[in-house]
Structures are given as structure tokens and as C-alpha cells.
């Protein structure tokens, strides 16, 4: 039972335009989410987070969105580098069920085309 | 140290051996997770620690899983009677404090079982 689903393996775009990122979710307890990033043989790093109390979260030129009613969000990358090629995982939490276990999806391999 | 410190960095052992996998999480870091992931899928929550008690274990596969953090600090995944669908890639992630989603991710051993 896949509760975090990232539907598209993978993306590319041209270095200067929009990446867009997106997950979605089955579990309506979830309450927190986040955006991680990989590069080959490293760990995953954190990007951004956002609670469900909020709809959208800023950090630079990363962007998260969330549509609570639809059960999904996004990640949106503005301008896209070519530094940002990487594999994205989209993680979610259900923190007020009291446990703070992180659920992942199963990541979208960027490539960021200069 | 700096970081999530992993070892072995690569462990491979025949099929019903026993294997022990640790974790040393960033100083002062609370909250202690392994996840296990497969070739081309995302981290595979199996469970996590704050302090020296175990919160949630919830995702360890059978009981041949089981995993320590006596002193609060470091970590020890145990496998026993090891089975070729145990072979993976083992992460570990640390956080300041539970709820934190910001983990930061160890760079993994990687447990083949032949």
C-alpha cells in the first residue's frame, strides 16, 4: 500500500525554466510533508517542508504547494540549474496520530538540461 | 562528528548469517530512524528512536529485525538468519528533536545477502 505516490519516474527541463514536482497522497492523517533531494551515492538532504495548516511554503527558488482537498503537492523549482539534476522524494507525516514516522515516495529523477 | 556516520559502508554475508548494521547520528540529535531502500525506490521507513526508547517499529518486515539505541546515541540494526530479500541499501537519519522533519541522512550500507 503505497500511501505517498510520486507518479512520474522522471522529468526534464531546460535550465532557466519551471520544474514542477509533483506527489500524492492517500492517508488524509497526514499533516506534514517534505521534499528531499539525492544525488548518486549520497544520502537524501532535506529541501522544504510544509504543514497542513499552510497551502504554500518559500525558500528561494524552491516553492511547495499543497491541496489538501485533492491530497497532493508540489514542488516547484524556479529558475531550474543544472545543479538541481538530482532524484526528489516527496515525504508526509501524520504527527498527530502521534507517531513521527516519515513516509516516502518513490522519487522523481530531475535532469536539468543547460 | 559533522554527520550520520554509517558502518560497514558495504557488508556481504551468505544467506543465514547474522548481520549488525550502525548507526552514530549527529551529537545531540534526539531522534534516531532507519529506513531501508531498494534499487530505484524511495527510503522504506522500518523504525525509530527518540532517545534510548523506541517509538516506532511499525515497519520492521518480521522479527527477524530488530534494532537498539541503548545509550540514546548509537544506533544497531540487527538481521538475523539473513535471506537474499534482505539485500539493500540500510540508511539511518538523525534529528534535533522529534517532530524536526529536517533528517539528516547517513550515507547507507549496503547489505548484499548472496
Known amino acids: 500500500d503505497q500511501q505517498v505516490k510520486q507518479n512520474s519516474p522522471s522529468l526534464s527541463v531546460q535550465e532557466g525554466r519551471i520544474s514542477i514536482l509533483n506527489c500524492d497522497y492517500t492517508n488524509s492523517m497526514f499533516d506534514y510533508f517534505l521534499w528531499y533531494k539525492k544525488y548518486p551515492a549520497e544520502g537524501p538532504t532535506f529541501l522544504i517542508s510544509?504543514?497542513?495548516?499552510?497551502d504554500k511554503n518559500e525558500d528561494g527558488r524552491f516553492t511547495v504547494f499543497l491541496n489538501k482537498s485533492a491530497k497532493h503537492l508540489s514542488l516547484h523549482i524556479v529558475p531550474s540549474q543544472p545543479g538541481d539534476s538530482a532524484v526528489y522524494f516527496c515525504a508526509a507525516s501524520a504527527r498527530t496520530s502521534g507517531t513521527y514516522k516519515y513516509i516516502f515516495g518513490t522519487g522523481t529523477r530531475l535532469k536539468v538540461l543547460a | 562528528g559533522a554527520g550520520v556516520s554509517q558502518s560497514p559502508r558495504y557488508k556481504v554475508t551468505k544467506r543465514g548469517q547474522d548481520v549488525a548494521l550502525r548507526c552514530d547520528p549527529i551529537?545531540?540529535?534526539?531522534?534516531l530512524y532507519w529506513y531501508r531502500q531498494a534499487l530505484g525506490q524511495g527510503p522504506e521507513f522500518l523504525t525509530y528512536f527518540n532517545y534510548e526508547a523506541q517509538q516506532d517499529k511499525s515497519g520492521l518486515p518480521n522479527d527477524r529485525f530488530s534494532a537498539e539505541r541503548p545509550e540514546g546515541s548509537i544506533s544497531t540494526l540487527t538481521i538475523q538468519r539473513t535471506e537474499q530479500r534482505d539485500s539493500a541499501m540500510y540508511r539511518c537519519a538523525s534529528s534535533l528533536a522529534e517532530g524536526r522533519g529536517e533528517l539528516f541522512f547517513g550515507e547507507g550500507s549496503r547489505l548484499t545477502v548472496l
Open positions: 510544509i504543514s497542513s495548516i499552510k
Open positions: 551529537s545531540g540529535h534526539v531522534s
